[in-house]
């Protein structure tokens, strides 16, 4: 994970996304070394929402997977709530 974040900082920052990355690396190695830290996946409700409202409004459920990039069978279960 760490390595993503310097290639991406470097991509975007230049020298300074490198020292951000190095920075954030190294406090995060001496605070919780080896352990495994748990970092929640962003809440999907807001996106669950909208997809049941386009799909009770009429729109089809492939147009809908495809604008989320999910399957047909994502959306349905979705749509059942």
């Known amino acids: 994970m760490l390595a993503v974040l ?4 470097e991509q975007r920052s230049g ?9 954030v690396d190294e406090t995060l190695r001496a605070n919780f070394g080896t352990e495994r830290v748990y970092v929640p996946a962003p809440s ?3 996106r669950n929402q ?4 386009a799909v009770v409004t009429g729109r089809s459920v492939a147009e809908v997977a495809r604008e989320h ?13």
């Not at 310097?6 to 900082?9: E, G, K, N, Q, Y």
């Not at 020298?15 to 920075?23: S, Y």
């Not at 990039?69 to 709530?81: D, E, N, W, Y």
Request: hydrophobic letters at 35%.
């Open 6 to 9: 310097l290639d991406a900082s």
């Open 15 to 23: 020298a300074d996304g490198a020292k951000i990355a190095t920075f």
């Open 44 to 46: 999907r409700e807001g």
């Open 50 to 53: 909208g997809i049941r409202e």
């Open 69 to 81: 990039g999910l399957t047909t069978k994502t959306v349905r279960r979705i749509a059942r709530g």
